[in-house]
């Protein structure tokens, strides 16, 4: 027992760290044996370092979600103040913490939503979302996007159009898959009005009265940073209130600041029905998730029961810290500086566009960034297939890796989403380090 409690003392190598973890935990998204993960011992700012004291920025917010960066001794100090407080209360109670995170997060959300349901993260909002909406509307089915990423619970899995729901199909019953305005690097956008149509087809084909919600990512994350051009988001909302169904935003990652404002919503100022939200909620400090809902869908739960429960449910600590993240947005201005580097990041997006042949495209809103990357700018074929890889993406992830750059290389593309506490010297630095690894893409550009 003593030498497994040494063990514990003394610090590990990255090796061994690495070597443990895969011998004893199962990685999310891998087969186990393809597994290379970067060993973590600490992080402040918009860096993190391994043990050996390789240091990277974090050009990634880890998973779109450290938004206001590492190591806040603000957000630590009241992580601590309620453990040692009060460092449970089972969601039946009432605490102090619970309803001061409300009441904030009811002067920061949209419109008229001025409740919310906790949750442990952002696939348990979009599934409590989902719940919210049949109970409410006394529909069954949903209309979901192809080109999206809600969660991996089961009924958020069967919410998301991308592959990664395939391996848990049939999933649940009663969703509807709509096209996005975005086909793809090849086949390019819709025109606003096209892609209402669409949906409106589907609708009347499904039957307006059997759907009980729209859901949407109102900037498409990990499936591409895709920015609705104008009058799409209205033009949701209209469709919405126009079929008595309700529209849910799922700004699970697109929410608090990422985008330049409090949730990416508020650049077209619609307001939908329901509002998930999880990941810069806390910053990612501790697990947190939320449903917002406006009040007249709240109200229809005074006098019916809510079918939904979970044990942490305004978990006390989770609440602290969403409170003290949210204090830092304001005290730093964090959403400010969101649109303020946002600014110089889509410049900085364009110079690679311009002298890259390999870059094929590139969108950004605030701090929440995409690169896409082609072997021909007139065939527009991808750098890797839909759902795959190919060896320049892997070179260039290597590359990125060997240079201290963390970001996430997906199929044809790569992430430019740091924390919104980050500096332009330390956004050109990240970019000097993605100009040069472009140079292993631009060498299979054929014309």
Known sequence: MSTMTDAMHTAMTGAEIVALARKHTLYEWSA????????????KGVYFWTPEGKRFIDLNSQLMSVNIGHGDAR????????????????????TEVRARLGAKLAEVTPGDIDTFFFTNGGAEATENAIKIARFFTGRHKIIAR????????????????????????????????????????????????????????VIQLEGAQTIAAFILEPVTGTNGILVPPDGYLQGVREICTKHGMLMIADEVMSGFGRTGEWFAVDHWKVVPDLLCMAKGLTSSYLPLGAVGM????AQHFQNKVFYGGLTYNSHPMGCAAALATIR?????????????????????LADLEARHPSVGAVRSIGLFGIVELVRSRR?????????????????????????????????????????????????????????????????????
């Open 32 to 43: 186990q044996a393809n597994v290379d993960p970067i060993p973590v011992a600490r992080a």
């Open 75 to 94: 957000v630590i100090e009241a992580i601590a103040q309620q453990a040692a407080t009060l460092a449970y209360a089972n969601p039946f109670m009432a």
């Open 146 to 201: 192809y080109r999206s990423y809600h969660g991996a619970t089961a009924g958020s899995i069967s919410l998301t159009g991308d592959p990664r729901r395939w391996a848990a199909e049939p999933g649940i019953p009663g969703v509807v898959r709509v096209f996005d305005p975005y086909h793809g690097i090849e086949r390019g956008w819709d025109s606003t009005e096209q892609a209402l149509a669409n949906i409106e087809e």
């Open 294 to 297: 406006r009040h007249h869908i």
């Open 328 to 348: 830092v947005y304001e005290e730093d201005g964090l959403i400010e500086n969101a649109k303020k580097m946002g600014a110089v990041m889509k410049r900085l």
């Open 379 to 447: 065939t527009r074929q991808p750098m890797a297939p839909f759902n795959g890889t190919s060896e320049e993406m892997a070179a260039l992830g290597r590359f990125f890796r060997e240079q201290g750059l963390y970001t996430l290389v997906r199929w044809n593309t790569f992430f430019t989403n740091p924390p919104l506490c980050i500096t332009e010297q330390e956004l050109r630095e990240a970019f000097a380090i993605l100009d040069r690894g472009l140079e292993i893409t631009d060498k299979a550009v054929r014309d």
